[in-house]
């Protein structure tokens, strides 16, 4: 063994955090290192067979953008005793794992109201085996907080952490265009490549027994099915972009078939809802677990921009329309569906400023389908590059240790 790692995640809206994480740990658990990973979010998909550890904490959630009240499951707010029981459940993990390397996902740059729990798991790791390296493991885009918050983040990276592992790519969408990135912070950054996992998905999307009708393919020779798939995700976020859809197959040929993937996030009345409004030419489903293999067969993906999904459309190089999340303060996706915009890798639109309509998202569509996609921009990478990272930062400290 390389080493043991503890990862620390928390995912509150979507599961997109807990996907990233899982890659991550399956990378390094497949590099070599005995990994755990502690998640705090709502349980998803049972992790049986997985290389790595899973520990689930008393989760907790969030009501749509409102990132300030954290839920328990039932709805209720989670209260002083859950979130104790969080932090002595994290403190006791680290104690008994005396792990290498702490990787808490997303913190200090975000996860502020978990600041309590990842900075007591810092401690604890810290106590059990001092040389142990903490690394933060954050996506290609963040969400730029108010000064004083940076000013914070900032202050705990240069105290507490080794690195920062930037699950992306420095020349298509560097960390400074949603961050301010200073000397001291610039010397801490690695960036591994889009964080995917090449051994199929794990710890999200629906579960195995959720199929459903499928459209006979066009061409059986090319695997093309000739669709409009649309997605969004596990949460409710992409409910708008649903209804638009709809709206915009009415408007269109019924030659041109739609499927609307809908996610556990979506509660079933307006899942039932979206299916009964949908036309004949269009399908309304639960999201499926050869989501992939659909978007590499799909004549157009309309999508949101969020990170998991990117990394699909990166991989099918299929023509995409992204239309990111953008509700509240959230900024994520729309940076990263405008880098997408100016590699030639997708249209972007936007359901906020003037009001995105049926009309327009259908003149996207045709004006989209059909084209070539380029050849550039990122590629995917199955967490190689994350794993090469973490053993020389330790191979550095072993060598820094010695007389």
Partial sequence: MSGTVLIVVTHLLGSGHLVRAAHLARALAQGGFAVTLASGGMPLRPTEGEPFAFEQLPPVRTEGVDFRNLLAEEGRPAGSERMAARIAALEALATRLRPDVVVTEHFPFGRRQLAGEFLAVIAAAKAANPAALVLSSVRDVLVTPKAARIAEAQDRLA???????????????????????????????????????????ACHGPHPEETSLRFAPQDEGSGRTGEIVVSGGGSAAALPLFQLALEAARIGPAAWRWR???????????????????????????????????????????????????????????????????????????????????????????LSGPPLTAAALWRAVAARIGRPVPAGGPRPDDGGRAVAAVKLLLANRVDRSRP
């Fill in 260 to 350: 609307i993937l809908v996610g556990r996030g979506v509660a079933e009345a307006a899942f039932r809802q979206l299916a009964a409004a949908a036309p004949g030419h269009a399908v309304v489903e639960r999201a499926r677990p050869d989501f992939p293999a659909l978007l590499a067969g799909c004549a157009l993906s309309v999508s949101q921009a969020g990170y998991n999904t990117v990394l699909d459309l990166l991989a099918a190089r299929r023509p995409a329309i992204v239309v990111p999340f953008d509700a509240g303060a959230e900024t994520e996706q729309a940076v990263r569906a405008e880098a997408l915009e100016r590699a030639g890798l997708a249209s972007c639109l936007r």
């Fill in 159 to 201: 105290r507490l952490f080794d690195a920062v592992l930037v699950h992306g790519e420095a020349d298509f969408l560097p960390l400074d265009r949603s961050w301010p990135v200073d000397a001291a912070l610039a010397a801490k950054l690695l960036y591994t490549g889009y964080l995917a996992d090449g051994a199929g998905v």
